[in-house]
């Protein structure tokens, strides 16, 4: 096995495994909020706070990638949240819980940038549309897996023990990844990297490509994270069905989100490979994925579980497509050894929108009002985002380029 195919087997691995913690709560919100009383604006504040906990992170994570390698980079981050997701076992309050899910948010920081960075590092431009939709599909299999395998964990073993199988399995990665030793990424991969002068966070924060990345995220991650911790609920309080009913259309939820980081890295490879400009292909698949997406507050209408499943289904398969090319873009536009910073910061600026989406999401739905206004913006968010990122990433930068 070539070794850029072994390092994306790992980061796949890694993405799915994460993919758990992420999505464990949501599914099993009911018999956690059973067990120690909460309601749903406590289940919408502690997903909100796990996403400010990997807001306080994110730059240090990135900043620790560019500085440390993949290496120890990844074996630190995924020690560290593992770590955390053991201690579950030993929480007996809501203060306790809160305090484990931020830890948990601030080590998962490391997960986008370094998975990022892996495809920037070993990859070949021509290569990259693809091996970020793999990595991109990657959270999508844990989220298949997830729906399937949590209930009946948990009926089994109970949800505390269904944190510390997840957490040795994260750490059993780590040992792999050790053993495996990595080698350095290829010469002819990091040359733009080699040849680059090195910048500080002042130059990038001057970029107006790293502002179109950061809004674009902003515009872009709302709906995902919005379905990542309420799509369960919205299937139960909409239908009326129970944690382990829910798991079927979930999974097919996901498994379309995961056609669409395939289909839009196979799509742009095929154009570029075909002559088309790089920026211009990444437009054309922006712009077609995007609109997709609009078709979002539909869900709300359909009266059936399956028609809706398929509408959020088609919104989650737009965003992974739309997602896979703005990674692209970033691995286009900036050397490999500032992409995990600058993902970092896209990744910051997007967590924080979406925390407060979640917070909100909590309040709104416990004072008795409905998903349609973040259905709406949700869905309408990519198109416009597709033109932040023509005005503020594509459009070429005068003079010399910038890095």
């Known amino acids: 096995m070539q070794w850029r195919w072994g390092i994306l087997a790992f980061a796949v691995a890694s993405v799915i495994i994460n993919g758990f913690d992420r999505q464990m709560v949501a599914m099993l919100k009911p018999d956690i909020l059973a067990d120690f009383g909460w309601d749903d604006a406590d289940y919408g504040r502690l997903a909100s706070l796990f996403q400010l906990g990997s807001v306080g992170t994110l730059l240090f994570a990135g900043w620790f990638l560019d500085r440390v390698g993949l290496k120890w980079g990844y074996a630190i981050g995924n020690g560290a949240w593992s770590l955390v997701t053991l201690l579950h076992v030993a929480v007996t309050s809501f203060g306790g819980f809160l305090a484990l899910r931020v830890a948990l948010g601030a080590s998962e920081s490391i997960q986008t940038p370094a998975a990022v960075k892996s495809v920037a590092s070993y ?21 298949i897996v997830v729906p399937l395998a949590i209930p ?12 510390i199988l997840v957490g040795v399995v994260g750490l059993l990665w780590v040992l792999a990844w050790l053993v495996a030793r990595p080698p350095q990424p290829p010469e002819t991969v990091r040359i733009r990297a080699l040849e680059a002068p090195d910048t500080g966070w002042g ?8 502002h179109g990345f950061m809004l674009a995220k902003v515009l872009t991650d709302q709906m995902w994270w919005l379905m990542m911790f309420w799509l369960p609920d919205f299937f139960m309080r909409t239908f009326g069905l129970t944690s382990a ?3 079927r259309p979930t999974a097919f939820v996901y498994v379309l989100a995961m056609a669409g980081a395939l289909t839009s890295g196979w799509l742009a490879g095929r154009m570029i490979a075909g002559g088309v400009p790089v920026a211009q292909a990444r437009m054309r698949v922006l712009l077609g994925y995007g609109a997709v997406a609009l078709i979002a507050p539909l869900a709300l209408l359909a009266d059936d579980l399956w028609l809706a499943a398929l509408i959020i289904g088609t919104v989650l398969f737009a965003h992974q497509g739309f ?9 286009d536009v900036f050397p490999a050894r500032r992409v995990a910073s600058v993902v970092s910061m896209g990744a910051l600026a997007g967590n924080l929108w979406g925390a407060a989406v979640l917070e909100i999401t909590g309040q709104l739905l416990a004072g008795g009002g409905s998903y349609l206004s973040l259905f709406v913006a949700g869905g309408s968010g990519y198109l416009v985002a597709a033109g932040v990122i023509r005005l503020l990433i594509l459009k070429p930068v005068p003079g010399p380029a910038p890095t």
């Open 245 to 247: 009913e829910v798991a």
């Open 123 to 143: 990859f070949p431009q021509r290569e990259t549309s693809l091996a970020l939709g793999i990595v991109n599909a990657a959270p999508n299999v844990g989220a």
């Open 323 to 331: 997602s896979t090319n703005l990674f692209a873009c970033a691995v």
């Open 203 to 210: 130059d990038l924060l001057k970029d107006r490509r790293v």
């Open 152 to 163: 009946a964990m948990a009926l089994a073993v109970g949800w505390r023990m269904s944190f």
